[in-house]
């Protein structure tokens, strides 16, 4: 499955052959599901957002509604050092440690 940003670096040849593609994927899962050979049913969900993301793009370049492509996004894991700070400033900003008690419970 490809993501938006690589849809958008393909060139319209490239979405039209893959649309085509996608076609023939999704009748053969169908054709699978009702014959009951199809392992996964999701996989024609997955098919079908597939599909129409790239006859989306299709549409997109008729009508001239060009999308900038977004730069590749920095990893998101970070290290148990870094995240560190970020709780300490969580908790300073009242975080989790400075919720008021229920009612009821006050001593």
């Known amino acids: 499955m490809a993501t938006?940003?690589?849809?958008?670096?393909m060139t319209g040849?490239?979405?039209?052959?893959?649309?085509?593609?996608?076609?023939?994927?999704?009748v053969n899962l169908r054709l699978k599901h009702r014959t009951g050979h199809l392992e996964n049913s999701a996989e024609i969900s997955k098919s079908r957002r597939e599909l129409a993301r790239v006859m989306t793009l299709i549409r997109e370049t008729e009508l001239g509604i060009g999308r900038e492509v977004k730069a590749a996004a920095a990893p998101a894991a970070q290290s148990s050092?870094?995240?560190?700070?970020?709780?300490?400033?969580?908790?300073?900003?009242?975080?989790?440690?400075?919720?008021?008690?229920?009612?009821?419970?006050?001593?």
């Open 4 to 9: 938006g940003n690589e849809l958008r670096q």
């Open 13 to 26: 040849e490239e979405l039209t052959r893959m649309s085509g593609e996608l076609r023939n994927t999704l």
């Open 81 to 107: 050092e870094e995240k560190a700070p970020a709780k300490a400033a969580k908790k300073a900003k009242g975080g989790t440690a400075a919720r008021k008690p229920k009612k009821g419970t006050e001593k």
